[in-house]
């Protein structure tokens, strides 16, 4: 049994670790900002701990008997004016410090699969430089790149819904999207595991036009798929990076690029994503 702390706890994937984390018997501490985001998850949860993660000063003893930090803190939809490098590279930090300091033991980060590969994507900057930190800091880490998630895959299915799934390029680029549940486990599994940097994925591989094909199939719908040529992406992509900000550009140019390349990682889990459509589309 260990002791947890989960930074990002109220987040798609934080609610997952709780509840794994839970499940195999460790004792959880949730962060969070608005602890009240717990209400539905809180008989899981040992001990729930308010601070403001970009506020060094509120982070003082939050770490304090953890024997492992997981963070999968980060800008997604978030609106908070704050941009990646406050959230992805200067709050994790923080918290990187206050674990350093609080001895804790081991300090596990969410960051996206081939982030390396992407760093130059704004959305990805930040993670990788905070990644870069957490190597050299001396303390025992993992960083897991996990591919896709599958809430994020309710994108396609709310295109279906609206009649058209537009795809950039022909579609043919493949990727193992994962269920939050399957990446929890993972990582909770991988909690003493020796590895630094585990990439993983869903178990299953589907192109783009698998992926958008079983959308309109869990509704019933007529498939209608748009491919987008790269050409207009590129452009697209030049005119939001000079006329948006980098909250607007940042999520579009990321899923714009990661469109036009093959999104495969070693496969894990037992979701699977037609379920998840049918899953979504009845709720
Ligand atoms: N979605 C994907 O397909 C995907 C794939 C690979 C990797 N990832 C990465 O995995 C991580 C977790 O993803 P997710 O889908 O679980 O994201 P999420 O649901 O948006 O959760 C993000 C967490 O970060 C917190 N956070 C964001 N901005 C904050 C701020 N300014 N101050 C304090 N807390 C803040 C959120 O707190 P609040 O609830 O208070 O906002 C939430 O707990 C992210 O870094 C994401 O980029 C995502």
């Not at 049994?1 to 839970?22: D, E, F, P, Q, S």
């Not at 982070?59 to 908070?80: M, N, Y």
């Not at 590969?117 to 430089?129: G, N, P, Q, T, V």
């Amino acid at each position: 049994m260990k002791k947890v702390l989960v930074a990002g706890a109220t987040g798609y994937l934080g609610r997952y670790l709780i509840k794994a984390l839970n499940t195999q018997g460790h004792q959880v501490r949730a962060l969070a900002r608005n602890p009240e985001k717990l209400d539905d998850v809180k008989n899981d949860i040992d001990k729930i701990i308010k601070a403001e993660i970009t506020q060094p000063d509120t982070l003082k003893g939050i770490c304090h008997d953890s024997d492992v930090v997981i963070s999968s803190i980060g800008i997604t939809r978030q609106k908070d004016g704050l941009k990646y490098m406050d959230v992805d590279y200067q709050a994790n930090k923080n918290l990187l410090e206050e674990a350093i300091n609080s001895g804790v033991k081991k300090f596990i980060y969410v960051s996206v699969l081939n982030g390396r590969l992407f760093r130059d994507l704004k959305m990805i900057e930040a993670k990788e430089r905070f990644a870069d930190d957490l190597k050299s800091s001396g303390i025992d880490y993992s960083i897991i790149r996990p591919n896709g998630f599958f809430s994020d895959m309710t994108e396609v299915l709310q295109m279906a819904r609206q009649g058209k799934v537009y795809l950039i390029g022909d579609g043919h680029y493949k990727s193992n999207p994962i269920h939050g549940q399957d990446l929890a486990d993972f990582i909770v599994e991988k909690m003493g595991s020796a590895e630094k940097e585990i990439d993983v994925g869903g178990p299953e591989i589907f192109t783009q036009n698998e992926i958008a094909g079983m959308a309109f199939q869990a509704l019933g719908k007529k498939e209608k798929i748009i491919h987008i040529p790269l050409w207009i992406r590129d452009i697209t992509l030049k005119l939001m990076r000079s006329f948006t900000s980098q909250k607007t550009y940042g999520p579009i140019e990321f899923f714009m690029t990661v469109m036009t390349h093959d999104m495969i990682a070693p496969q894990a889990g037992s979701e699977y994503l037609m379920e998840y459509f049918q899953t979504s589309h009845n709720c």
